[in-house]
């Protein structure tokens, strides 16, 4: 319990020193409102003591006519009053709210969007977003509680502690004690209490967005294998654990509310009592009886009001927390302070004695690589599965840093250069091409968003993509579905072997851009590649060896060391090599698929 606690005090001053720096911004606009809910809850402030001498007027019958309409007078100009300054403070809000939660969620987006790959490997896509969107609108919950209801309640406290100090003393002190109890109560229970039970029942909403959002995505997945009734029993599992503890901090909410009330039970009584004591000590006229309950009545409303302010304060801490965390993560990869854009006039690729670690692996990938790989060279990156061929080139675009050495382009240090410029002087094609939902042509154009219309038709023909885009009903302005679902493998390989080629990028990654193609599409694209790749730094990262037999260079990978480096066809001649051991491995295995006898 007492982890529980700290943890919530912690999340609770991050949250408010997160808002308040957003305030900050717009701090003339924020000021406004505080002022205009201040002034707006003074005046209910001092109705209750017209209201008390308005009663003290008419007891002493019509004589006393001027007195009571100078006190009704002044309880009716202090309501209009009291309405026009509300309605500025929640018409200020709104700009004010809006503002930051665009703020927000911009600024949670930039950062995400810039965390490292590994970051990104572990995280749920969906979680994130809940995170984010859950994050924004529970700001629109803060703003409006500390503004417009903690505040008021707070001013409406000690204005009236004090006024009630000045003229009865023993009744200001069992006002402030029985408020002081209450506030104490609330903010105990909210914070100690429900807090932690939130905290949790969060993680499970979180979880039920990671696992919503995995399943929908792996859609045709699911199909495939008829798994539909195992997803639904997985969600299931989740949902059970959800709702039990969702159960359990709602009815903590129930029991604390209860409590609450209770307590403002005994502050009524406490009040009423002491009231009538000074009336029948002669302490107190009538009208200071009406001035001190109605005083009571209008500080009850805020303090009924206030352990409901707190616990939506409390849950919006909570929504707020996971959020505030994403801001609080530091990029994995940062630009340098003074990065500079890079130009690549050249495209010679050096690797200087690089040594690289995986997180918190004990013994590093890469230990003291050093290769060159001149400007316009072909070269094919071959080796088994995690050999390094892989991280190879993650290094290459600052996905990583290495932990000792250099990685350089035309002999400029990609940590020192801006990320942005670097990876636009690369183009990459995956193995497995990611789309956007979103148009063919803005796939195609990605890469170079000011693309005309007959550059990115030249880009699909140079991929032998223009061909299924042509006979689509929509053609360039078909939409591809999340990811790219309504295309088949190969037809998102060669949207995004176009969009290479409209990159025009100096230095040019294929991650076995061919394997997701037939046979004849294949040849089509052998033939573009050939063309892509003239004049330019290629790096093939090859699983099928007889895809790099045309290179000027093979690098051999094995447990993150090159072991063989040379032409493919002096390679091959090796006895022995461990590339001519691959490519015979290969050969065996396509022969036996074919029933052809090898030797």
Same mark, same amino acid.
């Given at each position: 319990?007492?982890?529980?606690?700290?943890?919530?005090?912690?999340?609770?001053?991050?949250?408010?020193?997160?808002?308040?720096?957003?305030?900050?911004?717009?701090?003339?606009?924020?000021?406004?409102?505080?002022? /205009?809910?201040?002034?707006?809850?003074?005046?209910?402030?001092?109705?209750?003591?017209?209201?008390?001498?308005?009663?003290?007027?008419?007891?002493?019958?019509?004589?006393?006519?001027?007195?009571?309409?100078?006190?009704?007078?002044?309880?009716?100009?202090?309501?209009?009053?009291?309405?026009?300054?509300?309605?500025?403070?929640?018409?200020?809000?709104?700009?004010?709210?809006?503002?930051?939660?665009?703020?927000?969620?911009?600024?949670?987006?930039?950062?995400?969007?810039?965390?490292?790959?590994?970051?990104?490997?572990?995280?749920?896509?969906?979680?994130?977003?809940?995170?984010?969107?859950?994050?924004?609108? =529970?700001?629109?919950?803060?703003?409006?509680?500390?503004?417009?209801?903690?505040?008021?309640?707070?001013?409406?406290?000690?204005?009236?502690?004090?006024?009630?100090?000045?003229?009865?003393?023993?009744?200001?002190?069992?006002?402030?004690?029985?408020?002081?109890?209450?506030?104490?109560?609330?903010?105990?229970?909210?914070?100690?209490?429900? =807090?932690?039970? /939130?905290?949790?029942?969060?993680?499970?909403?979180?979880?039920?967005?990671?696992?919503?959002?995995?399943?929908?995505?792996?859609?045709?997945?699911?199909?495939?294998?008829?798994?539909?009734?195992?997803?639904?029993?997985?969600?299931?599992?989740?949902?059970?654990?959800?709702?039990?503890?969702?159960?359990?901090?709602?009815?903590?909410?129930?029991?604390?509310?209860?409590?609450?009330?209770?307590?403002?039970?005994?502050?009524?009584?406490?009040?009423?009592?002491?009231?009538?004591?000074?009336?029948?000590?002669?302490?107190?006229?009538?009208?200071?009886?009406?001035?001190?309950?109605?005083?009571?009545?209008?500080?009850?409303?805020?303090?009924?009001?206030?352990?409901?302010?707190?616990?939506?304060?409390?849950?919006?801490?909570?929504?707020?927390?996971?959020?505030?965390?994403?801001?609080?993560?530091?990029?994995?990869?940062?630009?340098?302070?003074?990065?500079?854009?890079?130009?690549?006039?050249?495209?010679?690729?050096?690797?200087?004695?690089?040594?690289?670690?995986?997180?918190?692996?004990?013994?590093?990938?890469?230990?003291?690589?050093?290769?060159?790989?001149?400007?316009?060279?072909?070269?094919?990156?071959?080796?088994?599965?995690?050999?390094?061929?892989?991280?190879?080139?993650?290094?290459?675009?600052?996905?990583?840093?290495?932990?000792?050495?250099?990685?350089?382009?035309?002999?400029?240090?990609?940590?020192?250069?801006?990320?942005?410029?670097?990876?636009?002087?690369?183009?990459?094609?995956?193995?497995?091409?990611?789309?956007?939902?979103?148009?063919?042509?803005?796939?195609?154009?990605? =890469?170079?968003?000011?693309?005309?219309?007959?550059?990115?038709?030249?880009?699909?023909?140079?991929?032998?993509?223009?061909?299924?885009?042509?006979?689509?009903?929509?053609?360039?302005?078909?939409?591809?579905?999340?990811?790219?679902?309504?295309?088949?493998?190969?037809?998102?390989?060669?949207?995004?072997?176009?969009?290479?080629?409209?990159?025009?990028?100096?230095?040019?990654?294929?991650?076995?851009?061919?394997?997701?193609?037939?046979?004849?599409?294949?040849?089509?694209?052998?033939? =573009?590649?050939?063309?892509?790749?003239?004049?330019?730094?290629?790096?093939?990262?090859?699983?099928?060896?007889?895809?790099?037999?045309?290179?000027?260079?093979?690098?051999?990978?094995?447990?993150?060391?090159?072991?063989?480096?040379?032409?493919?066809?002096?390679?091959? /001649?090796?006895?022995?090599?461990?590339?001519?051991?691959?490519?015979?491995?290969?050969?065996?295995?396509?022969?036996?698929?074919?029933?052809?006898?090898?030797?």
């Amino acid at each position: 319990m007492f982890h529980s606690s700290r943890h919530g005090a912690d999340a609770l001053r991050n949250v408010l020193a997160f808002t308040f720096r957003h305030w900050a911004r717009r701090w003339a606009m924020a000021a406004g409102v505080a002022l /205009a809910i201040v002034a707006a809850t003074l005046t209910e402030i001092f109705v209750p003591l017209f209201a008390g001498r308005l009663i003290d007027a008419l007891t002493q019958g019509r004589d006393a006519a001027p007195a009571a309409l100078e006190a009704f007078l002044m309880m009716a100009g202090l309501g209009l009053v009291m309405v026009v300054l509300r309605h500025l403070a929640w018409w200020g809000v709104v700009p004010l709210t809006l503002g930051i939660m665009a703020d927000v969620v911009r600024e949670a987006f930039h950062r995400v969007q810039r965390f490292s790959s590994d970051w990104h490997a572990n995280s749920f896509a969906g979680s994130t977003v809940r995170k984010i969107t859950r994050g924004m609108w =529970a700001l629109d919950v803060l703003n409006d509680v500390l503004l417009l209801m903690l505040l008021p309640s707070v001013v409406v406290l000690t204005g009236t502690v004090a006024l009630l100090m000045l003229h009865w003393p023993l009744m200001g002190l069992v006002m402030a004690v029985g408020a002081l109890a209450y506030g104490a109560l609330t903010v105990t229970l909210a914070t100690r209490v429900v =807090a932690p039970a /939130a905290r949790l029942s969060n993680a499970w909403d979180t979880r039920i967005g990671g696992i919503l959002s995995d399943t929908l995505g792996a859609n045709q997945v699911v199909k495939a294998f008829g798994a539909e009734a195992r997803e639904d029993a997985r969600l299931q599992a989740v949902v059970v654990r959800w709702r039990r503890r969702v159960q359990r901090t709602w009815m903590l909410h129930t029991w604390s509310a209860s409590g609450e009330f209770a307590l403002l039970w005994g502050v009524r009584t406490a009040v009423t009592g002491t009231a009538l004591w000074l009336w029948w000590e002669g302490r107190a006229t009538p009208g200071d009886v009406t001035y001190v309950l109605t005083t009571y009545f209008v500080l009850h409303g805020y303090l009924r009001e206030i352990g409901q302010y707190v616990h939506n304060l409390q849950r919006a801490v909570n929504d707020m927390e996971e959020l505030v965390d994403l801001h609080g993560l530091a990029p994995g990869v940062a630009d340098a302070k003074e990065a500079r854009p890079l130009a690549v006039p050249g495209g010679e690729v050096r690797f200087d004695h690089v040594t690289f670690h995986y997180g918190l692996h004990a013994a590093p990938l890469f230990r003291d690589l050093d290769v060159t790989i001149p400007a316009g060279q072909r070269v094919g990156l071959v080796g088994p599965s995690g050999s390094g061929k892989t991280t190879f080139v993650k290094l290459l675009q600052r996905l990583y840093d290495v932990t000792g050495g250099r990685v350089l382009i035309d002999g400029h240090d990609v940590r020192e250069v801006a990320q942005a410029s670097l990876r636009q002087q690369i183009a990459i094609v995956q193995q497995e091409p990611i789309l956007f939902h979103r148009t063919l042509a803005e796939n195609i154009a990605y =890469a170079r968003p000011d693309a005309t219309a007959e550059e990115i038709e030249q880009a699909a023909r140079l991929a032998n993509a223009d061909g299924f885009i042509a006979r689509l009903p929509k053609g360039y302005r078909t939409l591809v579905g999340e990811r790219g679902v309504k295309l088949s493998g190969g037809e998102r390989q060669r949207v995004a072997i176009a969009r290479a080629f409209l990159a025009d990028a100096p230095i040019l990654i294929l991650d076995e851009a061919t394997s997701s193609l037939d046979s004849e599409s294949e040849a089509a694209i052998q033939e =573009a590649m050939e063309r892509l790749m003239q004049g330019r730094t290629a790096l093939i990262i090859a699983h099928r060896l007889s895809t790099v037999r045309a290179m000027d260079r093979i690098l051999v990978f094995e447990h993150g060391r090159i072991v063989e480096d040379g032409r493919p066809d002096t390679l091959l /001649a090796r006895p022995d090599g461990r590339y001519r051991r691959l490519f015979e491995r290969q050969s065996e295995g396509i022969a036996g698929e074919l029933g052809v006898p090898v030797g």
